[in-house]
Structure formats: structure tokens, C-alpha cells
């Protein structure tokens, strides 16, 4: 009788096991990494039209900065001279750091005013310019690479510095990461259509609230991902607001075809009044 009740505790013991091992799992796999799988779903790749070429005059320059394992981190960088202790972090869509992210860049500098811009190259140089190669590049993105240079901007930065975040599609589940790994030092995140990073324990280290904007008609990042994001948020006590437009997924891209102006227009200045009241609090 004993031997019969050990095993019976001994199998719902591996079965409870088996269950937190799988519970484990799905949360990970539906973290902003999990987007990077998406790029292999069916019609992902021809919702990202090849960007059109812009004219940029840019603004900033790059910049390398040490990492620990010794591969340089680039960095489309634009500081003002001083002690300027503000800095928006921009990461780029799964194109790359393309003129358009650091047209993008440039516009913040100069319209948040006291503000330094650092927008991040987390695929080390590469640019893509058609959807292979862009699919191709966000997979290849470990997170370990990519916390390296998430860390060698931040170490750039400095500890007494205050931080926002701003990214889009790939970009925006990172530009959430790098808002967490940031810490104390946040101030706050934009996500533009992105996966959001949905791990309690996680998201238990965001310092902020969050500015989440998607598109209705987005396949992928969609009014299902906004919901969770709400409910998770409401468990966390944390605050998030949502903005959804009647637009598809990269809407506020002028170089794509799906470009959505009236949408893009609402969501860059939500965008923008956001950024300058968090900077302007600090």
C-alpha cells in the first residue's frame, strides 16, 4: 500500500514538473524574442514592402563603442556638448539601421530639444534593403549579442542618466527589453507594433509606463497581443496606455507601401508628447 502511494506521488510529482517545464516554455516562446520566429509564418515577409530609398542629410555620425566579448557596437549617435544627462534609445525595424532610422533619429533630436539620441545596430552593420535579407537578419539577432550592445550604449550613457526608448516592429519587443534592462534609469518606452515581453518576472523590472501602438489590421501584432499586454500590466500594477489605429503592421513607415500618413501623423506625435513629457518630469 505504501510502495502504490509513493508512486502515485512519484508520477504526479514528474507530471507537475512536466507542466511548470511546459508553462516555462510558452512563456518564453511568447516573448518579444518569439518574434523573430515570425518572420517564417506565412505572409510575414510580404507584409514588409522593400523600402523605397530616402534622401537624408544626416544629422549624427557613428559611433563604436567597447563590449565585453570585444566586437565593437555600432551606434548612430547624435550628442550635444555638456553634461546632458537625456537619452533616447532608438531600435530599428528588422530592415536594419537603415536613412530611415536615422532620419527617424534626427527628428527627435531636434524636435525634443535637450534630449541625445542613440540609436542601436543590432545587426552589426548589415542593412537590408529586401525581404530575404531582412528575414535572414532578424533571426540571426541572439540575445545575447544583442544585450551586448544594449549594455555597451547603456555603460556610454552612464549610470546617472535618464533613459527612454522608442523602436519599431523587431524594434519595438527591443526597445521594451532595452526599457527593462535599463532599470532604475527609465523613464519610459514607445513600441511601435512590436511583440511585447510578456514574463512576469520580467516585467516586474520595468521602471515605467509604457506607450504601446499597433495597427487593427496587423496580422501579427494584433487587439489579442494588445489585450495580454493590458491584462498583464493590470496584474503587475503597471501602467500602459494603447493606441490603435485603422492601419496595417509598419503603418508609420514612409518608405513602405503600407504607409498609413493620417495614422502615422496621430501615432508620431502621441509618440512625441509622451517623450517630452517624460524628459520633461525628469
Same mark, same amino acid.
Given at each position: 500500500?505504501? !510502495?502504490?502511494?509513493?508512486? &502515485?506521488?512519484?508520477? =504526479?510529482?514528474?507530471?507537475? @514538473?512536466?507542466?511548470?517545464? /511546459? #508553462?516555462?516554455?510558452?512563456?518564453?516562446?511568447?516573448?518579444?524574442?518569439?518574434? $523573430?520566429?515570425?518572420?517564417?509564418?506565412?505572409?510575414?515577409?510580404?507584409?514588409?514592402?522593400?523600402?523605397?530609398? @530616402?534622401?537624408?542629410?544626416?544629422?549624427?555620425?557613428?559611433? =563604436?563603442?567597447?563590449?565585453? #566579448?570585444?566586437?565593437?557596437?555600432?551606434?548612430?549617435?547624435? @550628442?550635444?556638448?555638456?553634461?546632458?544627462?537625456?537619452?533616447? %534609445?532608438?531600435?530599428?525595424?528588422?530592415?536594419?539601421?537603415?536613412?530611415y532610422i536615422k532620419q527617424e533619429s534626427d527628428y527627435f533630436?531636434? /524636435? =525634443?530639444?535637450?534630449?541625445?539620441?542613440?540609436?542601436?545596430?543590432?545587426y552589426d552593420g548589415r542593412v537590408a534593403i529586401n525581404r530575404?535579407?531582412?528575414?535572414?537578419?532578424?533571426? #540571426?539577432?541572439?540575445?545575447?549579442?544583442?544585450? /551586448? @550592445? &544594449?549594455?555597451?550604449?547603456?555603460?556610454?550613457?552612464?549610470?546617472?542618466?535618464?533613459?527612454?526608448? &522608442?523602436?519599431?516592429?523587431?524594434?519595438?519587443?527591443?526597445?521594451? !527589453?532595452?526599457?527593462?534592462?535599463?532599470?532604475?534609469?527609465?523613464?519610459?518606452?514607445?513600441?511601435?507594433?512590436?511583440?511585447?515581453?510578456?514574463?512576469?518576472? !520580467?516585467?516586474?523590472?520595468?521602471?515605467?509606463?509604457?506607450?504601446?501602438?499597433?495597427?487593427?489590421?496587423?496580422?501579427? %501584432?494584433?487587439?489579442?497581443?494588445?489585450?495580454? =499586454?493590458?491584462?498583464?500590466?493590470?496584474?503587475?500594477?503597471?501602467?500602459?496606455?494603447?493606441?490603435?489605429?485603422?492601419?496595417?503592421?509598419?503603418?508609420?513607415?514612409?518608405?513602405?507601401?503600407?504607409? $498609413? *500618413? !493620417?495614422?502615422?501623423?496621430?501615432?508620431?506625435?502621441?509618440?512625441? *508628447?509622451?517623450?517630452?513629457?517624460?524628459?520633461?518630469s525628469y
Amino acid at each position: 500500500m505504501k !510502495k502504490s502511494t509513493l508512486s &502515485i506521488l512519484s508520477l =504526479l510529482a514528474i507530471l507537475l @514538473i512536466a507542466c511548470n517545464s /511546459e #508553462s516555462t516554455k510558452q512563456a518564453s516562446e511568447n516573448s518579444s524574442s518569439s518574434f $523573430n520566429k515570425k518572420s517564417d509564418e506565412e505572409g510575414f515577409a510580404e507584409a514588409h514592402d522593400e523600402p523605397e530609398a @530616402i534622401a537624408l542629410e544626416a544629422t549624427g555620425k557613428m559611433m =563604436l563603442l567597447p563590449t565585453k #566579448s570585444g566586437d565593437s557596437a555600432r551606434v548612430y549617435s547624435l @550628442i550635444q556638448e555638456g553634461n546632458n544627462a537625456q537619452y533616447l %534609445i532608438v531600435l530599428h525595424e528588422w530592415w536594419g539601421l537603415n536613412d530611415y532610422i536615422k532620419q527617424e533619429s534626427d527628428y527627435f533630436y531636434q /524636435e =525634443l530639444g535637450n534630449v541625445n539620441v542613440m540609436a542601436l545596430d543590432l545587426y552589426d552593420g548589415r542593412v537590408a534593403i529586401n525581404r530575404e535579407d531582412a528575414q535572414n537578419y532578424m533571426k #540571426s539577432v541572439s540575445d545575447e549579442r544583442a544585450y /551586448e @550592445i &544594449i549594455d555597451a550604449a547603456l555603460n556610454k550613457i552612464g549610470p546617472d542618466a535618464a533613459v527612454a526608448t &522608442i523602436g519599431w516592429c523587431f524594434g519595438g519587443g527591443w526597445s521594451m !527589453k532595452t526599457a527593462i534592462r535599463a532599470g532604475i534609469q527609465t523613464q519610459g518606452c514607445v513600441m511601435y507594433y512590436g511583440m511585447p515581453v510578456q514574463e512576469k518576472e !520580467k516585467l516586474a523590472k520595468l521602471n515605467s509606463d509604457l506607450l504601446f501602438i499597433y495597427g487593427t489590421q496587423d496580422n501579427w %501584432i494584433n487587439k489579442e497581443v494588445a489585450d495580454q =499586454l493590458k491584462a498583464n500590466f493590470r496584474t503587475m500594477n503597471k501602467e500602459v496606455e494603447v493606441l490603435a489605429f485603422d492601419a496595417n503592421h509598419a503603418f508609420a513607415n514612409p518608405t513602405q507601401k503600407s504607409y $498609413n *500618413e !493620417k495614422a502615422a501623423r496621430e501615432a508620431n506625435s502621441a509618440a512625441l *508628447e509622451y517623450l517630452k513629457a517624460k524628459f520633461n518630469s525628469y
